[in-house]
Structure formats: structure tokens, C-alpha cells
């Protein structure tokens, strides 16, 4: 196996133990020892492939919205046809699907989106935005078909669905 096989591997197995750890205490009481009893894993090699505590948790939540976002879009692809009513309850549903599969990213996500560490708000707004970006472009396809009132605006629209998807 070659160097950089092993090194991608270590930093995966941290990362899988950081996603349960962060997953079931969350950021505050989540513990970079726990992880690293639970992964196998010296705590020197986590803050060899990571900075900090901070940096461990933000990699967490960039993965939860990458799996996430890709699962989204391989899951839509094909399901463009029907009426942006049933497209925007078809997002849900897939959404939720995700979530079903893979509950500890649900709990990342909700502590991420919903009560994220004060400290670490706009790092995760950052790690978040390809994932807002996906789902406006995704949300702006959805819109084209359809004739808005004259008082209500696209953006307006966009925005109250974010909403409603954090």
C-alpha cells in the first residue's frame, strides 16, 4: 500500500470516529480522547492530520454536507419531470432518506445548521455553502416552470424554502 493510501485511511478512521464522537455528545462535550480510545488511534496522530478539536469537527460537518449534497444529486438527477410541488416534496423525501441512512450525519447536521458552537458559526457557514449553493441553483430549476405572484420574488421564495430545509 502506498504512503498516501495509508495516510487518506488513518485520516478516514479518525474522521468516522470524530462523526460518532461529535454525533452522539456533540461539539462541546465531544472528546478528542474518546476518539481517539474509540478509533484505535494515538491522540498524537489526530493532531498529526488535524490542527485542533475546531478543525477535527469542521472537517466532520464538510463531510456531512458533501455526502449529503452528492447523495442529493445523484438521487435527483433523473427525477425532473413532474410538478415543482411534487420535485420540492421528492428533495424532501430524498433528503430524509439520507438522514435515515446515515443518522449520524442527521445529528451533525442539526447541531451545524440549527445551534452551532458559537465560535465555530461562521467556519461552518463557510464549510455549508456549496451545499446552500446546490440547493439554490437546485431550487431556481424547480422555480422556471412556474408563474410567481407579481408581489413575490424569486429570491423571496428561495429564501423561505432554505428556511424551511434547515
Known amino acids: 500500500m502506498k504512503r498516501e493510501e495509508k495516510n487518506q485511511q488513518t485520516r478516514m478512521k479518525i474522521l468516522n470516529s470524530a462523526i460518532k464522537e461529535f454525533a452522539l455528545h456533540g461539539y462541546e462535550a465531544g472528546s478528542l480522547n474518546t476518539i481517539s480510545q474509540a478509533g484505535g488511534i494515538s491522540k498524537g496522530i489526530i493532531y498529526h492530520y488535524f490542527d485542533s478539536k475546531d478543525d477535527l469537527y469542521l472537517n466532520c460537518i464538510e463531510t456531512c454536507f458533501h455526502n449529503l449534497t452528492a447523495y442529493l444529486s445523484e438521487h435527483l438527477a ?89
Not at 430549476?141 to 408563474?147: G, N, P, S, V, Y
Open 78 to 166: 433523473n427525477h425532473n419531470k413532474a410538478e415543482t410541488v411534487e420535485q420540492i416534496l421528492y428533495y424532501f423525501d430524498i433528503r430524509m432518506d439520507f438522514f435515515r441512512q446515515h443518522p449520524d450525519f442527521a445529528r451533525l447536521f442539526c447541531e451545524a445548521v440549527i445551534m452551532p458552537p458559537i465560535e465555530l458559526k461562521q467556519a461552518i457557514s463557510d464549510k455549508k455553502r456549496s451545499f446552500d449553493q446546490f440547493n439554490q441553483e437546485l431550487l431556481r430549476h424547480m422555480l422556471k416552470q412556474e408563474a410567481l405572484r407579481p408581489d413575490f420574488t424569486e429570491e423571496e421564495l428561495i429564501c423561505i424554502l432554505q428556511k424551511y430545509q434547515d
